[in-house]
């Protein structure tokens, strides 16, 4: 096995050299802020969210197996990380998906974006929960159908279903948004 | 199969992660329903659009709340270690367990001899632990501000963290790795440089050296690699001449940067 591959690093980490965190952190912080911040669309939100997860990597070690993905073992605490944040978000009656604007959604966006992409964007934010994470690991994240399943715990064909209902429900929601858009609504 | 709904295999296929036969299977579905020809246009630009979509990340708040994080972890971790080491919880419990009343006076003498030798042992292992675990985290330690200061948004600084990596002693295959990255993929000319010549530094370690052999077919700015072609030249004059007249062939090199690399075959 590669010394330097994540899974070697993570047995590292199990074995109490906690500095070896710091070159997973290198690899995937970014990754993972852009996960948050794609759920959440909030900076800071996306900033705890992405701290939370090395946090519980480090105190959850143990749970993590060496013939296991790393990265599918941290999304699945990212996963988590996410559900209780919304969670608690929920009870507070914050409504975190809600408290998101449309109109806010560009703002830490980069600049150029077509028109196109903000009404994806747009789009997006209108579908469930699990329909924008879905497609979250497929577009941006770039995360293989396979390994979706193993994150989200189902067959990799339920993911395919999945994900074709997803973007069919995106189609529909981009279309109403052209409609709402030509309407000068 | 032949029934099968291939449609659910578009985002795959239009990632490119299908195998040829699976892709093939996809393609012939969707030349025989072309009905589906716009949904899968309307997916293929989705993907192409949101993919080269980029958002702004807060790099040093990440990376310093990161940090503090991890320097407590280390903190919790020597401190429980310590405490797993001390005596007295250790004889407590064993205390406890033993049931006086029922004990042979050979059991109690067995364990008194037992409980002696342990302290005598014990007198030793805490320091050499304590040694060992404080090595260790003064390990973790340089790693963490040596990451920060490589880390820096100004090459300046990260500069200035190379040389603090090349000033060392002794290397260790963390360190041998951090400074690969900083010379594979910097965006800093200079601190591709830097990184460069650190890594000679240490070329008696293998790792160093098979770093830099990598570092010819990684790093494309042609300065570096010419003193990557240089360096490397002192120990392994093959490797090095090999790029060299890879360089020669590329047509963009610079005329006078041509002649250095010749002058060196």
């Known amino acids: ?185 | 199969m032949e029934n099968e709904n291939w449609s659910i295999y578009y985002v795959e296929f239009i990632k490119g992660e299908l195998d040829e036969e699976l892709a093939s299977k996809v393609k012939q579905y969707l030349a025989d329903h072309p009905e589906d020809l716009e949904y899968f246009n309307f997916l293929n630009s989705s993907i192409k659009n949101l993919s080269k979509q980029s958002i702004e990340i807060p790099e040093e708040d990440l990376r310093r709340a990161f940090f503090n994080m991890l320097e407590v972890e280390v903190q919790n971790a020597k401190n429980l270690k310590n405490k797993s080491l001390s005596i007295p919880p250790l004889l407590h419990q064993l205390l406890h367990k033993i049931q006086w009343k029922s004990m042979a006076f050979g059991s109690i003498m067995l364990v008194i001899g037992a409980l002696g030798s342990y302290l005598i042992n014990s007198n030793q292992k805490p320091e050499t632990s304590t040694l060992s675990s404080l090595e260790e985290e003064i390990n973790d330690l340089k790693h963490m501000v040596l990451l920060n200061q490589l880390n820096n948004q100004s090459p300046f600084e990260r500069i200035k963290g190379v040389q603090i990596a090349k000033d060392y002693q002794e290397i260790d295959l963390d360190m041998i790795e951090i400074l690969s990255e900083k010379l594979f993929f910097d965006d800093n000319e200079h601190v591709k440089i830097a990184a460069a010549h650190a890594l000679n530094k240490f070329k008696s370690h293998p790792l160093a050296r098979s770093k830099l052999l990598e570092s010819l077919d990684m790093v494309k700015e042609p300065y570096v690699q010419i003193l990557l072609i240089k360096i490397i030249g002192e120990w392994d004059a093959q490797s090095a001449g090999n790029k060299a007249q890879e360089l020669l062939k590329n047509e963009t090199l610079q005329p006078e940067l041509k002649v250095i690399v010749e002058s060196m075959i």
């Open chain 1, 1 to 185: 096995m590669n010394p330097y591959s994540d899974e070697s690093l993570m047995e590292k980490v199990k074995d109490g050299q906690l500095g070896q965190m710091s070159l997973l952190f290198e690899r995937y912080h970014k990754e993972l802020y852009h996960y948050f911040y794609r759920l959440s669309q909030d900076v800071n939100d996306s900033k705890d969210l992405c701290q939370q997860v090395f946090l519980r990597m480090i105190k959850y070690k143990n749970t993590f197996h060496r013939n296991k993905k790393f990265k599918v073992w941290m999304y699945r605490i990212a996963k988590n990380v996410w559900f209780d944040l919304y969670k608690k978000r929920q009870k507070d009656k914050k409504q975190l998906k809600n408290g998101i604007h449309e109109s806010g959604i560009s703002s830490n966006r980069g600049l150029g974006d077509s028109e196109e992409t903000q009404k994806l964007e747009v789009a997006i934010k209108r579908l469930s929960e699990d329909q924008q994470e879905l497609l979250i690991m497929h577009f941006y994240q770039n995360i293989k159908a396979p390994e979706i399943a193993e994150i989200l715990q189902i067959s990799p064909n339920n993911v395919r279903v999945r994900t074709h209902r997803a973007i069919k429900a995106l189609r529909k929601e981009f279309k109403k948004i052209n409609k709402e858009r030509t309407n000068g609504k």
